[in-house]
């Protein structure tokens, strides 16, 4: 079956940063729309970028100029870049794979905190 597995998450202070990475497989990497997502405690699960099999990337306004996801099509991998963490960053990212079916990794805990 399809497999997304996301890693990079931990504990970061406020201004540090991490990148998240998203193995996938058994599936048609390179067709699929990636993206990123993230739920906090409490809260509904948001998009917080994506990345279409051809064209630009789009984020959440929230992380603009601060996230950059990017993916690797020859190691079917997506990644996230988050630079200059905030506190209110902190929750549970999820990668997820669409293209008519929808797929979504298990999630990788980030914390922001002094």
């Known amino acids: ?6 890693s990079g998450g931990g504990l970061v202070q406020p201004g540090g940063s991490l ?3 998203c193995a996938a497989s058994r599936i048609n990497f ?7 997502y993230r739920q906090a405690p409490g809260k ?6 994506d990345i279409p099999s051809g064209g630009s990337a789009n984020y959440a306004d929230s992380v603009k100029g601060r996230f950059t996801i990017s993916r ?3 190691k079917n991998t997506v990644y996230l870049q ?12 999820y990668c997820n ?3 008519g079916a929808e797929y979504w990794g298990q999630g ?6 002094s």
């Open 108 to 113: 990788t805990q980030v914390t922001v905190s």
């Open 82 to 93: 988050m630079n200059s963490l905030k506190p209110e960053d902190t929750a549970v990212y």
């Open 72 to 74: 690797d099509n020859a």
């Open 1 to 6: 079956q399809v497999q997304l597995v996301e």
């Open 44 to 49: 509904q699960r948001e998009l917080v970028a």
């Open 30 to 36: 390179r067709l699929y729309a990636m993206g990123w």
């Open 19 to 21: 990148r998240l990475s």
């Open 97 to 99: 794979a669409a293209r």
